[in-house]
């Protein structure tokens, strides 16, 4: 029966003992405040204050309210403290996937980055999004996706973040390990171990085989980066990989990178969200977080010393990438 607005006026002409000092503490005219106040007791049908000349005092009934009067503003301001709180704190949830697995390796650094400014936002990786992130987005499965291939869709905004370098690996000893750059038919002989993706989709036979017109003598699917790493460094077989996943092993000397033919082959990752509604804060901080920390792009230490050892440079030629 009562408003909120009916609650702050007992408690403020209780509190002032005066009709015109609690106006002016509500920013109300006397007039005003005296209607309001009969509009009270009106709806409760009794009187709230005894009239003593200037003086208002509470009835029984003004006592009882008041005690209630406080009890509820004392709580509603509580409520809203903890609220304006908690919007600053940015609480929620983001909900991430990546449109290739060894990027969840690249991912835990960053976010200890993104937690020192964001400490309760729970990020939660939505790894079966990985085959098809931008249907994953759109559905509202997830708030974020990372991706390498190009997006084109008004409903989505979409952030460059950076590169990174696909190389063919091999075991040192392998007959192309000495090469700077292995060129489309170098690998028709070979023994090729990729993710278990369609072949339209691979790059490698996207953007250099199929182009090419070559067919390598034998390709086996496997999905963990370590295993393919494993069989590789065993002369199993070769593999194209990024070149920032496997630059341990590199350094290390397990196993050798040399570019995808002579110009190289780059992929350019992107950040990915709903154009609406507008991304909260924290989302936006995290793709800031990425796109200023990016995936590390150059060839180890190990890598320059080998093309340096082994390459030839031609009277009036430069090296050749690798």
């Given at each position: ?26 920013n109300?005219?006397q ?40 009890a ?14 908690d ?45 098809d ?59 090729l ?100 920390h ?29």
């Amino acid at each position: 029966m009562l408003e909120l607005r009916h609650l702050q006026l007992v408690k403020a002409v209780a509190e002032e003992g005066s009709v015109t000092r609690a106006g002016l503490r509500l920013n109300l005219t006397q007039s005003a405040l005296s209607h309001q106040l009969r509009d009270a007791e009106d709806r409760l049908g009794t009187p709230l204050f005894d009239r003593i000349g200037k003086r208002m005092l509470l009835t029984p009934a003004g006592q009882r309210l008041l005690l209630s009067a406080r009890a509820v503003l004392e709580e509603l301001a509580r409520a809203e403290r903890e609220i304006r709180e908690d919007a600053g704190r940015a609480k929620g949830v983001l909900r991430l996937t990546t449109q290739c697995n060894t990027v969840y390796h690249w991912l835990p650094s960053r976010l200890q980055l993104f937690h020192r400014k964001y400490p309760e936002v729970d990020l939660q990786v939505v790894a079966g999004a990985t085959d098809d992130p931008v249907r994953s987005l759109l559905s509202g499965e997830i708030d974020l996706a990372i991706v390498h291939r190009p997006v084109r869709d008004a409903r989505l905004r979409v952030r460059p973040l950076f590169r990174d370098e696909m190389v063919v690996v091999m075991n040192p000893g392998h007959r192309l390990a000495r090469r700077p750059f292995v060129a489309p038919s170098d690998l028709a002989p070979e023994h090729l171990i990729l993710y278990s993706i369609p072949r339209e989709a691979n790059l490698v036979f996207r953007e250099v085989l199929i182009p090419a017109g070559v067919a390598p003598a034998r390709v086996t699917h496997i999905q963990l980066t370590e295993a393919i790493v494993e069989m590789v460094k065993a002369g199993l077989g070769l593999s194209v990989l990024a070149r920032w996943s496997v630059a341990p092993q590199i350094e290390r000397g397990e196993i050798v990178a040399s570019a995808l033919t002579s110009a190289g082959r780059y992929r350019q990752w992107s950040a990915a969200y709903r154009a609406k509604p507008p991304a909260p804060a924290y989302l936006l901080g995290f793709v800031d977080v990425l796109a200023r920390h990016p995936l590390p792009l150059g060839r180890t230490a190990r890598e320059r010393r080998r093309i340096a050892e082994v390459v030839v440079r031609p009277a009036g030629e430069g090296l050749r990438p690798s």
